[in-house]
């Protein structure tokens, strides 16, 4: 509706939209109904199963192979002899191929475009409202702007809404913030400039869950109008761009096209004026075959089973990628994206600081764990002997509603059922050998005047097993000082001092400064029962007895992962919504900037103009206090730059961006369903250092994707160089249709496959990442395929040639008059010389593939020997050719005949410059 509700009082609310604190009446909430509508998220724009299904044909790599399966069967029907066979089998094989891909690709597609589906999961199913005076129970879809909605711990909350009634009510908004501590709700406006959700503590939002308390509020949006509806609408709107992958088989499907287009039209016309004694469909044959040669029926496949291959490599990794294309564009990541609660930081709150009596002690080890020993000094302090620090950490366990249970998981020692913050209390009491049980033996809990955001403190009154009472009170330091008389300091109670007080404040601030969240934690004896326990009449004289500094400290990891993405080119950048001061801190801890370094708020980004926003997106590396339209406009800011942008998170908040990034990651542990749905990798640890992981795993496999597409267009270049020339000079196909098949599939098939899987290249991730919009058919590739292709047709053609002319005494159309192919004893001639030709091309290319392995280096420099799958690939593919050969049921089928002993050392001979061309000169990457 766009009111400030945040900012107004309660009578404001009430009077904008028309209702009272009892409610409203059914019929009027009835007309609201028909006015706003359900409250419930709405699809916008979906595309159907069949539509998603039948745009997996438009890829222009498909149509080609749709072109060559067309081209199979024409040939079939127009050919004589045994051709027909031939061009059937040829079409079932195509055919599969590209019905495999089609249903990959629709199931890749279908399941990302499910986000929407959770996040309506997320929705509350029940709602209470007061509706003619009366509590009701409704389905949440019929709330509407108006309600009066009530609230207790476990609900989850319908609507957006102004709360107007809140006793120790406390939401759990991490689906929407990413923060996981609970915000307490308090009644009063809040006069802030753009506030962000986790600041508007007077309002509650769809999907969020109350944890503690109670309350009510009156519903101010409903449906796509709240958060979560906005959050929907983004998702919706946010469309997935082409993996660079994509792009590049796209490119390479257009070019291909346009060849095969080309060649038909040129050899048919050179048929035409050269020889019109052929019939004219004897040459279209000859043109068609030289346009399927061209086409690497093989490619598409190949390409799938490595991000296959690469997707089971990389759960290994703790990597579950959904999107399979997504596998090869962390490769080309150029900026790291990353939400900093649980993924750079361990989502586990720790004590690491204590000031007591006068001294600041230090705490060591992290997390929910025993391990840790207390530090003043550099010397180890035993707190069992200081009665202080002893009392301070008992207030910790007794001021508390949180508790510690033995991890199931293993993973830790303990897991917290409740605050984060209070938890890392009960661990730190805990490593100094204060067991809860122990604490709790010397006291019971008769009464608590909990905490709420305006109070800021919280208040346990126990009595102790010599039945003395005792006020135990911890809050925020600025909060509970003003409210202390006395300190408790060298085994004595004395009266707080002047300037004191100003001390104890320097040294919270000093401890803010290193991102710690500061607690003061106080006390007061009390003389006797009271009927009521106010906090008027009982936080008031209080003694104070120290401060207790916590952090959500980073993963070990994290520093080396971040140095490992500065040193592969990768830009990493955190967005949180957390304060300025804590994001600032773990920046400089992980090494993401140094101290001093440039931090930018969600209200910052507010008051920018785009000149400005642009000059930051290229600046800045840390984002704070960010609402997720700011992560959406980071995210596009970057895209527009021509990065490839990975984003991370696990909220709902995060949601859009990911969708929208060109790898959307999520997290395993803490994300939310709808976060996963719209992600295309999800992380099973909630690591950063996994993402680098990932994305050096990304580079290997565009690498061996490289290798591959390099080594099936020059064995494909070679067909066609050499079937242009041989018709072009008048002589009959050199290599048959049949055989022309098996080699793009059979004979290159394994090799490619296996190069799929080869060892990655030395140097992956300390090169940097590959440049954006950078097609892989660059010019060291192109040159590359036709340097290494002209060299195989010579190979190729030389033993076509010199087959014709030893085994038929003189080369028919260049010596003498023309032949009949057909007829004895020149049809045994021909099928020699094919086979020869089919067995050259075959030893060529799996020769030539071992310089495929590293464009960085020369055959020679390389490891072969760590190249088992690919020695597996040539040995079967070597048998495989041998049995088309000798094999006798075999021969009729690929039109082959067997090769003798002199024949084979023509071919060897002919072959071996296939291991020396070199590709770190072709590619340029000998001036590096």
Request: hydrophobic letters at 45%; a negative charge; charged letters at 20%.
């Amino acid at each position: 509706m766009g009111n400030n509700w945040y900012s107004n009082d309660t009578d404001y609310v009430l009077e904008q939209l028309d209702t009272s604190l009892d409610g409203l009446t059914s019929e009027e909430a009835e007309a609201r109904l028909e006015k706003y509508g359900y409250n419930e998220l709405v699809e916008t724009g979906k595309i159907s199963p069949l539509k998603m299904f039948l745009h997996q044909f438009t890829d222009p790599m498909v149509i080609i192979l749709l072109i060559a399966i067309v081209i199979s069967v024409f040939t079939s029907v127009l050919s004589h002899g045994g051709g027909e066979e031939h061009g059937f089998i040829d079409a079932i094989v195509i055919s599969a191929i590209v019905i495999f891909n089609a249903i990959f690709g629709f199931v890749q597609e279908y399941r990302s475009e499910q986000a929407l589906e959770a996040l309506k999961s997320m929705a509350a199913p029940k709602a209470r409202v007061k509706r003619d005076g009366l509590w009701k129970e409704i389905e949440s879809r019929y709330v509407v702007p108006g309600d009066l909605m009530g609230f207790e711990a476990g609900d989850k909350v319908p609507a957006d809404g102004r709360v107007i009634y809140a006793v120790g009510l406390g939401s759990d908004e991490a689906a929407l913030t990413g923060e996981s501590v609970a915000v307490r709700k308090v009644e009063e406006p809040i006069h802030l400039d753009g506030p962000s959700v986790g600041d508007m503590k007077n309002m509650v939002f769809q999907g969020t869950v109350v944890v503690s308390g109670k309350g009510n509020a009156i519903a101010t949006e409903t449906g796509m109008s709240t958060k979560f509806g906005q959050i929907a609408d983004m998702v919706q709107q946010s469309k997935k761009d082409m993996t660079p992958l994509q792009h590049d088989l796209e490119d390479l499907g257009k070019k291909l096209g346009v060849l095969v287009i080309a060649l038909c039209i040129i050899v048919f016309a050179a048929e035409l004026l050269k020889d019109i004694s052929d019939s004219p469909m004897e040459m279209l044959l000859a043109a068609i075959a030289l346009a399927v040669s061209a086409i690497p029926e093989g490619l598409p496949a190949v390409v799938t089973i490595t991000l296959a291959i690469g997707v089971q490599q990389m759960v290994a990794r703790n990597a579950i990628v959904r999107r399979l294309p997504s596998v090869e564009t962390l490769g080309s990541t150029t900026v790291i994206c990353s939400d900093k609660t649980g993924t750079i930081t361990k989502s586990e709150m720790t004590v690491q600081s204590m000031f007591v009596n006068g001294m600041t002690l230090s705490v060591t080890g992290v997390g929910y764990n025993k391990d840790g020993e207390f530090f003043r000094a550099s010397k180890k302090f035993d707190i069992k002997e200081d009665e202080h620090a002893t009392l301070l950490l008992k207030i910790g366990q007794l001021c508390s509603n949180s508790l510690l249970q033995e991890d199931p998981t293993g993973a830790a020692d303990w897991m917290i059922v409740g605050d984060p913050t209070e938890g890392s209390l009960l661990v730190a009491a805990e490593k100094a050998g204060l067991t809860y049980d122990a604490t709790w033996s010397e006291y019971k809990e008769i009464s608590e005047i909990s905490f709420d955001s305006a109070r800021k403190r919280m208040t346990s009154i126990c009595r102790s097993d010599k039945g003395e009472l005792f006020a135990f009170s911890k809050g925020a330091p600025e909060i509970l000082l003003p409210l202390c008389n006395s300190i408790y300091e060298n085994g004595r109670v004395r009266p707080l001092r002047e300037g004191e007080r100003e001390n104890i404040i320097g040294i919270n601030a000093g401890f803010a400064e290193n991102a710690l969240r500061v607690l003061a934690f106080a006390y007061r004896p009390i003389e006797k029962e009271l009927p009521e326990y106010e906090p008027e009449t009982v936080e008031r004289d209080l003694i104070f007895v120290g401060l207790i500094g916590m952090i959500d400290p980073p993963r070990d990891e994290v520093l080396g992962a971040i140095k490992k993405c500065k040193d592969a080119g990768i830009r990493p950048i955190m967005i949180t919504g957390d304060h300025e001061l804590t994001a600032r801190a773990i920046s400089v801890d992980v090494g993401l900037i140094e101290r001093g370094g440039k931090v930018t708020t969600g209200a910052m980004i507010d008051k920018m103009d785009e000149a400005t926003f642009i000059e930051t997106i290229q600046e800045c590396d840390v984002y704070a206090r960010v609402a997720p339209r700011h992560k959406l406009q980071i995210v596009n800011a970057l895209k527009d730059m021509g990065e490839v942008v990975a984003m991370t998170g696990d909220g709902v908040n995060d949601a859009p961006a990911i969708k929208t990034a060109n790898v959307g990651i999520s997290m395993g542990i803490r994300g939310a369903d709808v976060t996963k749905e719209a992600s295309d990798v999800i992380l099973t640890d909630d690591n950063f250092a996994t993402i680098v992981d990932a994305v050096e795993k990304g580079r290997e496999i565009y690498s061996n994707i490289r290798k591959f597409v390099r080594f099936l267009l020059s064995a494909n270049f070679d067909e066609i160089f050499l079937i242009f020339t041989i018709i072009m000079i008048g002589l009959p196909l050199p290599i048959t249709a049949i055989q022309i098949l098996w080699l793009n599939l059979a004979t290159d098939g394994f090799p490619a496959l296996a190069l799929g899987v080869d060892p990655p290249e030395e140097g992956v991730m300390t090169r940097p990442p590959r440049e954006p919009g950078k097609k892989m058919m660059d010019r060291g590739m192109i040159s590359f395929v036709v340097v290494a292709g002209f060299i195989a047709f010579l190979s190729s053609a030389f033993v076509f040639l010199w087959s014709l002319n030893t085994y038929g005494g003189w080369i028919p159309g260049l010596t003498g008059p023309t032949v009949d192919w057909n007829s004895a004893p020149w049809e045994s001639v021909l099928d020699h010389a094919r086979t020869a030709a089919f067995a050259g091309v075959v030893s060529f290319e799996l020769l030539f593939v071992w310089n495929c392995r590293d464009e960085y280096h020369p055959v020679w420099k390389t490891h072969i020997t760590q190249s088992r799958a690919l020695i597996g690939a040539v040995m079967l593919s070597v048998i495989l050719t041998l049995a088309t050969i000798y094999v006798p049921f075999m021969q009729p089928l690929f039109q082959t005949m067997p090769l003798n002993l002199i024949d084979w050392v023509i071919i060897i001979a002919t072959c071996l410059p296939a291991l020396f061309i070199p590709p770190h000169i072709i590619f340029g990457h000998n001036k590096e």
